[in-house]
């Protein structure tokens, strides 16, 4: 089986990634929602922790669908690739981290929706399909309009469309992908 047959397989076992792009679609909706309700600093708090609920959510969705636990059709070397890919937004931890050390909690979102748009670009390439991309450029332009288009002394509520428009962006790909797999 060659390299392109096989990612063909693994895209079809793991449904192009659904699992992962529902468990954080929602958080990102959540993080939204918590925007609208909480304080600054909770709100960036949660926004920068819903990685973990959204992670074991997309693991326990990942089994559900059969994509763990199954035979993977790539060889190992693919396998360590993609953990690469998907740890990879990890090395934005620490910008994010010091965007909360500096009471900058509003630009946190934003930050954190470029770097998770970034890291989605190479899933197109693991998954054989441009739809990563265009769903990378949706999130990366899509919040820069918003944050563009919030006056200054509306911060909170470019972090809250921020928050929802990279939920929705995610949520919607997972039913792009949805509608092509069943």
């Known amino acids: 089986m060659d390299l392109t047959e096989s990612l063909a397989r693994l895209a079809e076992q793991n449904l192009s990634g659904i699992a992962f792009l529902t ?3 929602v958080t990102w909706i959540v993080c939204g ?3 609208r309700v909480a304080v600054e600093r909770t709100a960036a708090f949660v926004t920068l922790f819903q990685g973990m609920v959204a992670f074991p959510v997309a693991l326990g ?3 559900l669908i059969g994509a763990i636990g199954a035979d993977r059709p790539v060889d190992d070397a693919i396998t360590q690739l993609s953990i ?3 740890t990879s937004q990890l090395l934005g ?3 994010l981290v010091y965007l909360v050390v500096k009471h900058r909690y509003t630009l946190l979102p934003y930050a954190f929706a470029a770097i998770t748009a970034m890291h989605f670009v190479l899933y197109s390439w693991l998954y054989r399909t441009p739809i990563y991309i265009v769903m990378a450029v949706v999130i990366a332009i899509g919040t820069t309009v918003v944050m563009l288009a919030t006056p200054d002394d509306k911060e909170r509520a470019g972090a809250v469309r921020v928050s929802l428009l ?3 962006a995610l949520l919607a790909t997972a039913a792009v992908f949805w ?3 069943w």
Do not use: E, M, N
């Open 23 to 25: 468990a954080y679609g």
């Open 33 to 35: 929602l918590v925007w």
């Open 93 to 95: 931890l620490p910008f």
């Open 84 to 86: 690469l890919i998907g």
């Open 166 to 168: 990279t939920g929705v």
């Open 179 to 181: 509608t092509i797999h």
């Open 61 to 63: 969705l990942s089994a």
